[in-house]
């Protein structure tokens, strides 16, 4: 799958600088991004990301020194400015891509005002689906933390396809702040979106036993909605014994042939074990796995660990737990010493931590409108406040 991100903000454009590194380092061309931003130290910050797809916006505005946590100002500086971003985009080329993914923090100004905006116009304008990766701000950042970050993904699960959700409260460790856990959360994230969205793309290893295209990624997610990513990862595989040569070599491979019987067997079931603990475990976002319409199976590893059998009775496990009956499933062989299951909950139905940062954005709306009550709408370019 070919997706080109747009980070918007400082944490999208930290999340998509460590996408473009990624790809760097696996020597492949599947991610192509940009990063927007009102702050220039922000993209100054930046180490993967070209300088010439760094885009700074509202200068006439905030003077490159961002919004703060002014959702309403990044909305309009980005309507203001959506012909600059569209024409940065353009000149990276969008003609072999499958998807836009456009990534920010919900609870800030920049990207949580701007993303929704963003999302629309590329919808406008493109054929591709559009996808957004929205970051929830743990509750002690603050209360208009959360008051932005509600509104902004109620207008944003209204303009992308789909949007993932990341939340950071069910991802910090005890005791640990959110500004030190940055680094380890985006971490987090690359690693499990980065083996979603290279689904499809056949690289060194050859091409895996049951092939998943960008295709199924998209008809995944064309409910829209909201979805949640689990992951998990096996221990590390130890490299096969070489078959030996020699006078007993005839009877060695006896022996590996019914070897071979027993593994077949087991990497079955080290498959399942794995889509289990994926599903079963901690999500990007907390939710009632159960109340999901579609789900993705995909699985990446070593080719000989690769099973037909394990992937195809890990989608029927899936299906057995969620509201749908539409699971997808397959694999993709890479050059690993691991093997990485990946399962997609999309359009889910229930999400304790989304239904408490509603309650928390109505609770603060009285005093946030106090202090701009010259604000009384979210968004110059037609999009609706959360709030009436």
Known sequence: MRVFFIGFGQAGGKIVDMFIEQDKRMQTQ???????????????????????????????????????????????????????IINAIDSRGTHDIDAFVIIAGLGGGTGSGGSPVLARHLKRIYREPVYAIGILPAPEEGRLYSYNAARSLSTLVNEADNTFIFDNSAWKNEGESVKDAYNRLNDEIVRRFGVLFRAGEVGKAGVGEMVVDSSEVINTLRGGGISSVGYAISEKISPRTKQSQGLLSGLVRKKEKTEEVLTGEDKSAKIIALVRRAML??????CDYSTAERGLVLLAGPPDEMDRKGVEKSKSWVEENIAGVEVRGGDYPVQSDYIAAVVVLATIGNAPRITELLEIAKSTKEDVLKSKEKRSTMFDDGIEPLFE
Do not use: C, S, Y
Not at 48 to 54: G, V
């Open 30 to 84: 599947n991610f192509r991004g940009i990063a927007v931003n009102t702050a220039r130290t922000d993209l100054m910050g930046l180490k993967n990301i070209e300088l010439k797809d760094r885009l700074l916006i509202g200068q006439t505005v905030v003077k490159g020194h961002g919004v703060g946590t002014d959702n309403v100002t990044g909305a309009r500086v980005t309507a203001d400015e959506i012909d600059a």
């Open 281 to 286: 475990g901690r999500l990007t976002l907390p």
